[in-house]
Nanobody, 119 residues
Framework: QVQLVESGGGLVQAGGSLRLSCAAS????????MGWFRQAPGKEREFVAA????????KYQDSVKGRFTISRDNAKNTGYLQMNSLKPEDTAVYYC????????????WGQGTQVTVSS
């Protein structure tokens, strides 16, 4: 079992930056991939980025490439999503998840953190 806790969300103006954190506990994170997903009001949850813990291989949604960076700190068992050049359309609840590979499945989820980007 893996428990995930996100933090770092908030309100930021367009063009600004935020860094989300995902702290993992329980089973070792090193055997999983970590993904970030988001869900905007009235929309389906969508994939944002993922990182494979073993070799740091990454995958991004096209709309965030060049603006978002996913990373991990093995010693802290924590993953991060650095979000730069934020746009109002990035507004959503962001969730981290742990799973078997970059494309999932993702059986473990955090509670989510709100990111709001004002224009």
């Amino acid at each position: 079992q893996v428990q995930l806790v996100e933090s770092g969300g908030g309100l930021v103006q367009a063009g600004g930056s935020l860094r989300l954190s995902c702290a993992a506990s329980g089973r070792t994170f090193s055997s999983y991939a970590m993904g970030w997903f988001r869900q905007a009001p009235g929309k389906e949850r969508e994939f944002v980025a993922a990182i494979r813990w073993s070799d740091s291989n990454t995958k991004y949604q096209d709309s965030v490439k060049g603006r978002f960076t996913i990373s991990r700190d093995n010693a802290k068992n924590t993953g991060y999503l650095q979000m730069n050049s934020l746009k109002p359309e990035d507004t959503a609840v962001y969730y981290c998840a742990a799973g078997g590979g970059l494309v999932g499945p993702y059986p473990y989820w955090g509670q989510g953190t709100q990111v709001t980007v004002s224009s």
